[in-house]
């Protein structure tokens, strides 16, 4: 059994002080308290379905500036991708979020949605 020393014993207790004041990567925790519950989880799921609303945009765009869809699949495709954004704002409404609440911070990686 190797032999514990004392002052490196102190050494990894104040080492572990040191990182408590440094600033944390990691976004603050998520309340999840039976009144906020609710709005936690839509805030959650209204992110991530924004998040696929606009990679369905940007690959609606790329569809039809290359010619690959013709006209009334552009505007259906158009008109539903406007229904889903007004839909997402009135649930977000209906549950207090504003569209920069959907915008989640993922620490290092960056916010949700650009």
Do not use: W, Y
């Not at 704002?89 to 949605?113: I, Q, R, Y």
Request: aromatic content about 0%; hydrophobic content about 35%; proline content about 6%.
């Amino acid at each position: 059994m190797p032999e514990k020393n004392p002052s490196s014993l102190s050494k990894s207790t104040n080492s572990s002080a040191d990182l408590s004041g440094a600033p944390s990567a990691v976004p603050s925790r998520v309340e999840c308290t039976p009144e906020t519950i609710d709005q936690g989880l839509a805030k959650l799921v209204l992110s991530l379905i924004e998040l696929l609303r606009q990679l369905l945009e940007r690959q609606a765009i790329r569809r039809m500036e290359g010619g690959s869809l013709s006209d009334e699949q552009v505007e259906q495709m158009g008109e539903s991708l406007m229904k889903l954004e007004a839909k997402i704002c009135e649930l977000s409404k209906h549950f207090g979020l504003t569209p920069a609440d959907l915008n989640l911070d993922l620490g290092p990686l960056g916010h949700l949605v650009k």
